[in-house]
T-cell receptor, first 114, second 116 residues
Framework: DQQVKQNSPSLSVQEGRISILNCDYT??????FLWYKKYPAEGPTFLIS?????DKNEDGRFTVFLNKSAKHLSLHIVPSQPGDSAVYFC?????????????FGKGTHLIIQP | GAVVSQHPSWVICKSGTSVKIECRSL??????MFWYRQFPKQSLMLMAT?????????EQGVEKDKFLINHASLTLSTLTVTSAHPEDSSFYIC????????????FGSGTRLTVV
């Protein structure tokens, strides 16, 4: 049973517009959520994160929103740029402060069209 | 910044042979390393947690005798896929936590294993 779900395998957005990537989770024990960006044949690189005690975290063009009651989070990228084209993984961490591994979603392939 | 160096980046091997994948932490000591596997269009699935100087902890459904993990030093963890079969073909990635809590995860570049 997948505890972290990214239901959109791919998303196509026009350059300059907003990209919204969604993620749902089922395990209420998760207390920290992270977004990673991944290019083919490379390891994931950290993008942005949010603690479960917050509902929003912003870093430049990237904002993550967390709706704890709905067990839903989203990553907003605005404005979208061609270099944003990649696979984005949502990941969650249970209490342990980094002592355990992460639980990942299947990823969403974001395609930014010129 | 801190880097996890993973080698090889890709490998092709024959069925029945063994393949070793190395992950080294550069500029920091990793008492714990995580090994993930990703099948095409699937999520990264945690296989095992490698602990320096002690036995690895395997996730449910992962055969410990098939995926041998050795973490003999604070900077090196290895994953050996023994008696590889075509179904073991996958993308294997290691990760370490730098100690900054949830901020601290850093990943290797991954190894594409193809078993023919």
């Amino acid at each position: 049973d997948q505890q972290v779900k990214q239901n959109s395998p791919s998303l196509s957005v026009q350059e300059g517009r907003i990209s919204i990537l969604n993620c749902d989770y089922t395990n209420s024990m998760f207390d920290y959520f992270l977004w990673y960006k991944k290019y083919p044949a490379e390891g994931p690189t950290f993008l942005i994160s949010i603690s479960s005690i917050k509902d929003k975290n912003e870093d430049g063009r990237f904002t993550v929103f967390l709706n704890k009651s709905a067990k839903h989070l989203s990553l907003h990228i605005v404005p979208s740029q061609p270099g944003d084209s990649a696979v984005y993984f949502c990941a969650a961490s249970a209490p342990g402060g980094g002592a355990d591994g992460l639980t990942f979603g299947k990823g969403t392939h974001l395609i930014i069209q010129p | 910044g801190a880097v996890v160096s993973q080698h090889p980046s890709w490998v092709i091997c024959k069925s029945g042979t063994s393949v070793k994948i190395e992950c080294r932490s550069l500029d920091f000591q990793a008492t714990t390393m995580f090994w993930y596997r990703q099948f095409p269009k699937q999520s990264l699935m945690l296989m095992a947690t490698s602990n320096e100087g002690s036995k690895a902890t395997y996730e449910q459904g992962v055969e410990k005798d098939k995926f041998l993990i050795n973490h003999a030093s604070l900077t090196l963890s290895t994953l050996t896929v023994t008696s590889a079969h075509p179904e073991d073909s996958s993308f294997y990635i290691c990760s370490a936590n730098l100690g900054g809590g949830n901020y601290g995860y850093t990943f290797g570049s991954g190894t594409r294993l193809t078993v023919v």
